[in-house]
């Protein structure tokens, strides 16, 4: 059906698959599907891990996945400086959602966000091996090239605000593993179920400041067999100083329990459609 000259003249893909544009900054192949089997890993603890960021209350979606401008100075920045664009040219995160490696390098760079490492507010950490303060992301990335697990440690109302997608997708980039947190947003929560991050509750009355947590421990967290993981049921964290508590694993339904067997809701879409053609 004829439009207007201008719509009839597009041109548009016709092939099967859709043909990423490999110099696009805004629309990239997502490495979400990377090394995916048909066949399920077994459950395993998570050993030995460090905590990327002490958080406090009500941390906010916008805190974990910002959609305001792209910072000069930010990860972000400098990887679309190095596929050279200008300043004028980053546009803000919440544009550039398609693209996987700025919105991992956007997670956690909102500049209000307050680290209780830091003790300010700001987009830094401690990379705890090697003492040195970095952006987030780096920090992360250095983490995850030298084989680390990371765990996020926070307070009541984690993930409040609007849901947003990527305030789990960017964490599962970052190598996250787990929250500990006091309590959380509800459909946050169910967003980190779908990316196959462990939510994690305190027990009541207890909390990081109740349990002497400083975030600088490694946690080992001792996950059960399959055929023993049940909705809700708590599950033994292990310090490095010897010192072992208890959390709730909010994994609600069994539902959600599948999920995590799949290692996140979209690798379990991808393995029912493939089972299914």
Request: charge should be neutral; glycine fraction near 8%; aromatic fraction near 10%.
């Amino acid at each position: 059906q004829k439009v207007n000259e201008s719509w009839n003249n597009l041109k548009a893909p016709t092939d099967q698959l859709y043909p990423w544009d490999l110099k696009s900054t805004y629309i990239k192949s997502p490495p979400f599907f990377d090394n995916l089997t048909m066949e399920l890993q077994p459950t395993k603890s998570i050993t030995d891990a460090y905590v990327l960021l002490n958080l406090g209350d009500s941390v906010t979606t916008d805190h974990i996945s910002p959609a305001g401008n792209i910072a000069r100075n930010s990860p972000a920045a400098r990887y679309l400086t190095t596929r050279g664009l200008t300043p004028r040219e980053f546009n803000s995160y919440g544009s550039r959602r398609g693209n996987d490696a700025i919105m991992a390098r956007g997670t956690f760079a909102n500049i209000r966000l307050f680290n209780k490492f830091i003790n300010k507010q700001s987009p830094l950490t401690i990379h705890f091996p090697s003492n040195e303060t970095l952006d987030i992301f780096d920090a992360a990335e250095k983490y995850q090239t030298e084989g680390h697990n990371l765990i996020l440690l926070t307070g009541k109302e984690y993930g409040s605000g609007s849901s947003r997608d990527w305030a789990a997708k960017g964490p599962f980039l970052q190598g996250i593993k787990a929250v500990l947190a006091e309590s959380y947003e509800r459909i946050h929560r169910s967003n980190l179920v779908g990316m196959g991050i462990i939510p994690l509750q305190f027990l009541p009355g207890e909390s990081a400041e109740v349990l002497g947590l400083t975030g600088r421990e490694r946690y080992t967290i001792l996950i059960p067999e399959e055929k023993d993981i049940r909705p809700g049921m708590n599950v033994e964290i292990k310090l490095d100083s010897g010192k072992t508590f208890e959390a709730i694993m909010r994994f609600d339904t069994d539902v959600e329990l599948t999920y995590y067997r799949h290692g996140g809701i979209l690798n379990y879409m991808i393995r029912k459609m493939a089972i299914s053609c």
